[in-house]
């Protein structure tokens, strides 16, 4: 189990327009607000919305929170009761360095996707460094989040950014103190910054872009107040504060870099950004779509030196903080020295983007007029795309996946079911019957039907020999059918079937005379059934055909667990297909690719088949070791 911290951080959240300000101003009990922004800030649809209540502007926040921009903003909030900032993450943090120290209620309208709104966090610059701190006494009250207000933000600007938010939301899956909720918050954010970027470079207003990005930008700094941060803001922080490099355009560039650091350390949380992303690289991921929305890829187009790269190693790895990486000075310098030179994480062999063909295919789709058909087709189209461009298959491997399914079909008979049998080992079958069946819990566990089932087996009588002389151990078995409230269910259908002590199936034996060890009852009128077979025994399936042929070549075993089949079905009662495994028999457990080749073994139909000795329940003289099998079976009224 991994441990984890959650905490939630009282902030309110409106989305909705600018004009809300000043009914969140009275919400706060307050009368005199200094508005903050940038130089460059429209704040006009603000500064109406306040009317009386504005008392006072600064317009001077600046990159990386300088202190002494906070102490001359000090000045204008001496006779303020509420701040109320208009812009991106400069002002935010202004409205933040204020708040720390004066405790005055914050209320914030984002121009930029930021997402700095919603932490407690704070970063001052003063003397060249870049510090970080966080209370809850920095986190705004309020938080309006106005479309409008980021509409006709250049594209530039939105494009890093988006990244700078996308940055919080990716070193969130990795961190220490990832969790569950943080997890699901920053995926999505993810999901909607790389869908809505490529929007803006066809139309920049895009009021749907707009809003995902806005969306965004809020779960990532949910993100961002959930977990501690890692490298990826270590660097950003450094490179800002120490070199004056542009904030968001840092985080830009280097955000693939970290990553590709981080890589190898983060495997799980890397895989989850490259399937949201679509792509198959993570890193080069990020990388190209910075790259194909127009944004900066190096730090040298920045302006930073690379001479100056030692000297931000040895900042950046000064003090110690959580990274899924260890984090060496020669490592940093390196990462340093490829984002310098805007180098493509993973080299410069890209796969090409396959989202043109999967968006014309789902397409000729549209007219299906099954709805449940159309989402089973199309996104079987979705899934086998990414599967081809994340593998990066060449056509001689699909030529040998259409070779393979070709001679499938071709081994497939009446009483061959190889495509059954190519399901079950590659644990589709089972998959698809947990999915099934796996939503009643009161009910019996289900099984595989696998791929040696004959429609239409031969009745037999209560008390029959279903062996029919064949050797084995023999074993009696007594079985109860009743719903799920424990009532009996009579003149239920049941089927059986099993191998023989060799692991063969009847439809396995040409020679033998008829079917034999499969058979066809029905329960009496207190929903009993009782026959004669003998002991399960673990067998092979079959590995003569393409499947056998696959398993060999991974390196598999093709042994299933000894079991017994079963096949209930009673008119107005779900039906219900399940197998009941011999408790201590082989391949049970799945540890070490050890279990069932099928993945067909469900613990709760883990059995005991009793030993016994001496006197049998209907009389049958038996000389020596037979085995007993009680069971009730539970199935439920549809």
Same mark, same amino acid.
């Given at each position: 189990m991994r441990n984890f911290v959650y905490s939630t951080h009282p902030a309110r959240v409106v989305f909705g327009p600018a004009a809300k300000v000043r009914e969140e101003v009275e919400r706060l009990g307050a009368t005199r607000v200094l508005l903050l922004s940038s130089r460059s800030a429209n704040v006009e649809p603000v500064r109406s919305a306040?009317?009386?209540?504005? %008392?006072?502007?600064?317009?001077? %926040?600046?990159? *990386?929170?300088?202190?002494?921009?906070?102490?001359?903003?000090? $000045?204008?909030?001496? $006779?303020?009761?509420?701040?109320?900032?208009?812009?991106?993450?400069?002002?935010?943090?202004?409205?933040?360095?204020?708040?720390?120290?004066t405790d005055l209620p914050q209320v914030i309208l984002p121009t930029t996707y930021a997402g700095s709104e919603v932490t407690p966090v704070l970063g001052e610059t003063e003397n060249g460094r870049?510090?970080?701190?966080?209370?809850?006494?920095?986190?705004?009250?309020?938080?309006?989040? =106005?479309?409008?207000?980021?509409?006709?933000? @250049?594209?530039?600007?939105?494009?890093?950014?988006?990244?700078?938010?996308?940055? *919080?939301?990716? $070193?969130?899956?990795?961190?220490?103190?990832?969790?569950?909720?943080?997890?699901?918050?920053?995926?999505?954010?993810?999901?909607?910054?790389?869908?809505?970027? @490529?929007?803006?470079?066809?139309?920049?207003? =895009?009021?749907?872009?707009?809003?995902d990005l806005l969306e965004a930008a809020w779960l990532a700094g949910m993100c961002l107040a959930g977990v501690g941060m890692g490298l990826h803001h270590k660097l950003c922080h450094t490179l800002g504060g120490s070199f004056d490099l542009p904030h968001a355009e840092t985080h830009t560039v280097v955000l693939p870099h970290a990553m590709a650091y981080n890589a190898s350390a983060a495997p799980e949380a890397m895989a989850r950004i490259a399937e949201v992303l679509g792509v198959t690289d993570a890193p080069s991921g990020v990388f190209d779509l910075i790259k194909n929305a127009g944004g900066p890829t190096s730090?040298?187009?920045?302006?930073?030196?690379?001479?100056?790269?030692?000297?931000?190693?040895?900042?950046?790895?000064?003090?110690?903080?959580?990274? @899924?990486?260890?984090?060496?000075?020669d490592g940093i310098e390196e990462l340093l020295h490829a984002a310098w030179r805007g180098d493509r994480p993973g080299g410069g062999h890209t796969i090409p983007d396959l989202g043109w063909l999967t968006a014309q295919v789902v397409a000729s789709f549209d007219r299906t007029p099954d709805q449940r058909v159309k989402q089973l087709v199309t996104d079987l189209v979705r899934h086998l795309h990414h599967y081809l461009a994340k593998n990066d298959v060449t056509q001689e491997e699909w030529h040998y996946a259409i070779e393979l399914l070709t001679r499938t079909g071709h081994i497939t008979t009446d009483t061959r079911q190889e495509f059954v049998l190519l399901s079950d080992v590659l644990g589709v079958s089972s998959a698809v019957d947990v999915l099934t069946n796996s939503r009643t819990p009161d009910t019996t566990a289900s099984a595989v039907l696998g791929p040696f089932y004959v429609e239409g087996p031969p009745a037999a009588e209560h008390g029959t020999d279903i062996a029919r002389g064949l050797p084995g151990t023999p074993l009696w078995v007594d079985v109860l059918v009743t719903d799920t409230e424990g009532k009996p269910v009579p003149d239920t259908v049941v089927d059986v079937w099993q191998s023989n002590e060799d692991g063969f199936y009847d439809v396995q034996l040409p020679d033998l005379d008829g079917p034999v060890l499969r058979a066809r009852f029905h329960t009496d009128g207190e929903g009993r059934l009782r026959f004669w077979s003998i002991l399960p025994s673990e067998y092979p399936i079959p590995d003569d055909g393409p499947v056998g042929q696959m398993l060999v070549a991974t390196r598999r075993h093709p042994w299933r667990a000894p079991h017994l089949h079963f096949m209930l079905l009673k008119p107005g009662y779900s039906q219900l297909i399940t197998q009941l495994f011999v408790r201590g028999g082989p391949y049970l457990d799945a540890a070490g690719g050890r279990g069932d080749t099928v993945f067909g073994v469900k613990d709760e139909l883990v059995v005991d088949f009793v030993p016994q000795q001496g006197a049998t329940p209907d009389g049958r003289v038996i000389d020596g070791e037979w085995r007993r099998l009680d069971f009730t079976f539970k199935i439920a009224q549809e």
């Open positions: 306040l009317g009386p209540l504005l %008392a006072a502007e600064f317009d001077g %926040a600046v990159m *990386h929170t300088p202190v002494e921009v906070t102490e001359q903003a000090l $000045e204008s909030a001496k $006779e303020a009761d509420c701040l109320v900032a208009v812009g991106g993450g400069s002002t935010t943090g202004l409205a933040k360095a204020l708040a720390a120290r870049k510090t970080t701190r966080s209370s809850e006494t920095i986190l705004p009250e309020t938080v309006i989040y =106005d479309v409008e207000l980021t509409r006709y933000l @250049p594209v530039p600007l939105s494009v890093t950014s988006a990244l700078n938010a996308m940055a *919080h939301a990716v $070193e969130a899956l990795y961190s220490p103190q990832a969790n569950p909720v943080v997890e699901v918050m920053a995926l999505d954010a993810i999901k909607r910054i790389a869908r809505s970027l @490529p929007v803006l470079a066809a139309e920049p207003s =895009d009021v749907d872009a707009r809003t730090l040298r187009e920045l302006g930073f030196a690379e001479s100056d790269i030692a000297k931000a190693a040895e900042l950046a790895t000064a003090k110690p903080y959580p990274n @899924p990486r260890e984090l060496t000075r």
